[in-house]
Protein backbone atom coordinates (compact mmCIF):
# COMPACT_ATOMS: atom_id res chain seq x y z
CA UNK A 1 0.00 0.00 0.00
CA UNK A 2 1.33 3.66 -0.71
CA UNK A 3 1.01 6.10 2.01
CA UNK A 4 -2.27 7.59 -0.20
CA UNK A 5 -4.34 4.62 1.08
CA UNK A 6 -3.58 5.38 4.80
CA UNK A 7 -5.53 8.04 6.97
CA UNK A 8 -3.21 8.47 9.86
CA UNK A 9 -5.40 10.35 12.61
CA UNK A 10 -3.52 12.60 15.42
CA UNK A 11 -5.47 13.22 18.93
CA UNK A 12 -5.73 17.05 19.64
CA UNK A 13 -7.32 19.18 22.59
CA UNK A 14 -11.50 20.37 21.85
CA UNK A 15 -9.48 23.58 20.84
CA UNK A 16 -7.32 22.29 18.38
CA UNK A 17 -4.37 24.42 19.54
CA UNK A 18 -1.12 24.02 17.92
CA UNK A 19 1.74 25.43 20.34
CA UNK A 20 3.68 23.17 21.62
CA UNK A 21 5.66 24.64 24.73
CA UNK A 22 5.54 22.16 27.21
CA UNK A 23 2.52 23.98 29.13
CA UNK A 24 -0.31 23.86 26.33
CA UNK A 25 0.95 20.68 24.42
CA UNK A 26 4.11 18.62 25.47
CA UNK A 27 6.64 17.95 23.08
CA UNK A 28 7.15 14.63 24.29
CA UNK A 29 3.32 13.78 23.27
CA UNK A 30 2.20 12.10 20.09
CA UNK A 31 0.52 15.67 18.95
CA UNK A 32 3.66 17.60 19.62
CA UNK A 33 5.89 15.85 17.88
CA UNK A 34 3.67 15.77 15.17
CA UNK A 35 3.80 19.28 14.83
CA UNK A 36 7.23 19.72 16.04
CA UNK A 37 8.00 16.89 12.70
CA UNK A 38 5.21 17.68 10.05
CA UNK A 39 3.90 21.26 10.53
CA UNK A 40 6.31 23.33 8.49
CA UNK A 41 4.19 26.30 8.88
CA UNK A 42 1.87 26.69 12.39
CA UNK A 43 -0.10 29.83 11.53
CA UNK A 44 -1.13 28.10 8.15
CA UNK A 45 -2.20 24.88 10.15
CA UNK A 46 -3.92 27.79 12.68
CA UNK A 47 -6.06 29.34 9.80
CA UNK A 48 -6.98 25.80 7.99
CA UNK A 49 -8.23 25.05 11.40
CA UNK A 50 -10.01 28.63 11.58
CA UNK A 51 -11.69 28.37 7.88
CA UNK A 52 -13.06 25.24 8.57
CA UNK A 53 -16.32 25.28 7.43
CA UNK A 54 -17.48 21.86 8.40
CA UNK A 55 -15.78 22.65 11.55
CA UNK A 56 -17.79 25.68 11.35
CA UNK A 57 -21.31 25.08 11.01
CA UNK A 58 -20.97 21.82 12.42
CA UNK A 59 -19.00 21.18 15.18
CA UNK A 60 -18.46 24.72 16.65
CA UNK A 61 -19.64 24.80 20.22
CA UNK A 62 -19.11 28.15 21.69
CA UNK A 63 -16.05 30.94 22.07
CA UNK A 64 -13.99 30.89 25.64
CA UNK A 65 -13.15 34.48 25.58
CA UNK A 66 -12.37 33.64 28.93
CA UNK A 67 -9.31 31.32 28.37
CA UNK A 68 -5.92 32.80 29.21
CA UNK A 69 -3.71 31.22 26.89
CA UNK A 70 -4.22 28.87 23.56
CA UNK A 71 -6.98 29.16 21.45
CA UNK A 72 -10.41 30.26 22.16
CA UNK A 73 -13.13 28.52 19.75
CA UNK A 74 -13.91 24.77 21.79
CA UNK A 75 -15.24 22.20 19.04
CA UNK A 76 -17.18 18.79 20.16
CA UNK A 77 -15.63 15.91 20.79
CA UNK A 78 -15.03 13.68 17.78
CA UNK A 79 -14.86 16.26 15.11
CA UNK A 80 -12.30 16.21 12.44
CA UNK A 81 -10.16 18.48 10.46
CA UNK A 82 -8.28 17.37 7.41
CA UNK A 83 -4.78 18.41 8.03
CA UNK A 84 -4.10 16.51 4.20
CA UNK A 85 -5.41 13.82 2.26
CA UNK A 86 -3.90 11.43 4.22
CA UNK A 87 -3.53 12.96 8.18
CA UNK A 88 -6.70 13.89 10.20
CA UNK A 89 -6.90 15.59 13.67
CA UNK A 90 -9.55 15.02 15.87
CA UNK A 91 -10.80 16.76 18.86
CA UNK A 92 -10.52 14.02 21.73
CA UNK A 93 -9.71 15.90 24.95
CA UNK A 94 -11.24 18.65 27.39
CA UNK A 95 -8.87 20.90 28.64
CA UNK A 96 -9.01 22.95 31.77
CA UNK A 97 -8.25 26.39 32.80
CA UNK A 98 -4.79 25.24 33.81
CA UNK A 99 -4.30 23.13 30.23
CA UNK A 100 -4.58 19.79 31.66
CA UNK A 101 -6.74 17.27 29.64
CA UNK A 102 -9.17 15.43 31.03
CA UNK A 103 -11.92 13.24 29.86
CA UNK A 104 -14.46 11.51 31.47
CA UNK A 105 -15.76 7.83 30.34
CA UNK A 106 -19.48 9.41 29.72
CA UNK A 107 -17.66 11.71 27.06
CA UNK A 108 -14.94 9.03 26.11
CA UNK A 109 -17.79 7.19 24.73
CA UNK A 110 -19.46 10.54 22.83
CA UNK A 111 -16.11 11.25 21.48
CA UNK A 112 -15.66 7.90 19.19
CA UNK A 113 -19.58 8.05 18.50
CA UNK A 114 -18.74 11.26 17.11
CA UNK A 115 -15.39 10.02 15.59
CA UNK A 116 -17.33 7.37 13.96
CA UNK A 117 -19.41 9.09 11.98
CA UNK A 118 -17.17 11.07 10.88
CA UNK A 119 -14.60 8.39 9.36
CA UNK A 120 -17.74 6.83 8.08
CA UNK A 121 -17.93 10.02 5.90
CA UNK A 122 -14.21 11.02 5.14
CA UNK A 123 -12.61 7.66 5.30
CA UNK A 124 -13.13 6.95 1.11
CA UNK A 125 -12.58 3.49 1.47
CA UNK A 126 -9.05 3.90 2.89
CA UNK A 127 -7.14 1.90 5.86
CA UNK A 128 -7.85 4.38 9.08
CA UNK A 129 -5.32 3.99 11.41
CA UNK A 130 -5.66 5.48 15.12
CA UNK A 131 -3.77 5.05 18.51
CA UNK A 132 -5.35 4.02 21.48
CA UNK A 133 -7.40 6.95 22.03
CA UNK A 134 -7.34 7.95 25.81
CA UNK A 135 -3.96 5.97 27.28
CA UNK A 136 -0.73 8.05 27.75
CA UNK A 137 -0.78 11.32 28.64
CA UNK A 138 -4.76 11.86 28.70
CA UNK A 139 -5.85 10.24 31.86
CA UNK A 140 -9.23 8.94 31.14
CA UNK A 141 -11.01 9.38 34.46
CA UNK A 142 -7.82 9.37 36.31
CA UNK A 143 -6.20 6.17 35.27
CA UNK A 144 -9.23 3.96 36.28
CA UNK A 145 -9.72 2.08 32.77
CA UNK A 146 -6.91 -0.49 31.38
CA UNK A 147 -5.55 -0.61 28.09
CA UNK A 148 -7.68 -3.86 27.80
CA UNK A 149 -11.16 -1.72 29.10
CA UNK A 150 -10.06 1.35 26.73
CA UNK A 151 -9.54 -0.64 23.62
CA UNK A 152 -12.57 -2.61 24.71
CA UNK A 153 -14.80 0.51 24.10
CA UNK A 154 -13.41 1.65 21.01
CA UNK A 155 -13.91 -1.73 19.34
CA UNK A 156 -17.65 -1.43 20.87
CA UNK A 157 -18.27 1.89 19.89
CA UNK A 158 -17.08 0.98 16.48
CA UNK A 159 -19.33 -2.06 16.04
CA UNK A 160 -22.32 0.45 17.65
CA UNK A 161 -21.53 2.32 14.87
CA UNK A 162 -22.10 -0.32 12.35
CA UNK A 163 -19.23 0.85 10.09
CA UNK A 164 -18.30 -1.85 7.56
CA UNK A 165 -14.95 -1.38 5.89
CA UNK A 166 -14.86 -3.08 2.78
CA UNK A 167 -11.83 -5.15 2.38
CA UNK A 168 -9.30 -4.28 2.08
CA UNK A 169 -9.40 -1.37 4.02
CA UNK A 170 -8.90 -1.73 7.73
CA UNK A 171 -8.93 -0.29 10.94
CA UNK A 172 -5.45 -0.20 12.18
CA UNK A 173 -4.29 0.61 15.72
CA UNK A 174 -1.30 1.39 16.89
CA UNK A 175 0.03 -0.01 20.17
CA UNK A 176 3.49 0.55 22.00
CA UNK A 177 5.38 -2.64 22.88
CA UNK A 178 4.59 -2.13 26.78
CA UNK A 179 0.90 -1.52 26.50
CA UNK A 180 0.57 -4.25 23.77
CA UNK A 181 2.20 -6.44 26.84
CA UNK A 182 -0.71 -5.44 28.92
CA UNK A 183 -3.98 -6.24 26.69
CA UNK A 184 -6.33 -9.19 27.43
CA UNK A 185 -6.40 -10.34 23.48
CA UNK A 186 -8.48 -13.89 24.96
CA UNK A 187 -10.88 -11.79 25.91
CA UNK A 188 -11.22 -9.13 23.34
CA UNK A 189 -11.06 -11.71 21.07
CA UNK A 190 -14.46 -13.77 22.27
CA UNK A 191 -16.56 -10.54 22.53
CA UNK A 192 -15.51 -9.32 18.79
CA UNK A 193 -14.78 -12.29 17.26
CA UNK A 194 -16.31 -12.00 13.47
CA UNK A 195 -16.58 -8.28 13.91
CA UNK A 196 -16.31 -7.43 9.69
CA UNK A 197 -18.54 -10.72 8.75
Known sequence: MTIEEFIKVFAFNEYFDTKVDDEIISHGSLNGKFIDKKVDDISKLDISIDEDGRLEHRHKLNINRDRPRGKKIRYELGSIHKFSEDVFLTALTHFDDKNRAYLSIQDYVKFLINFWDEIDEMYAGRT?????????????????????????????????RRIKFKRPTKLIILLDKNTNRKIDYFLLRSKFYGLQK
Open 128 to 160: VVITLFGSGITRLDHDRYSATEILDTILWTFKL
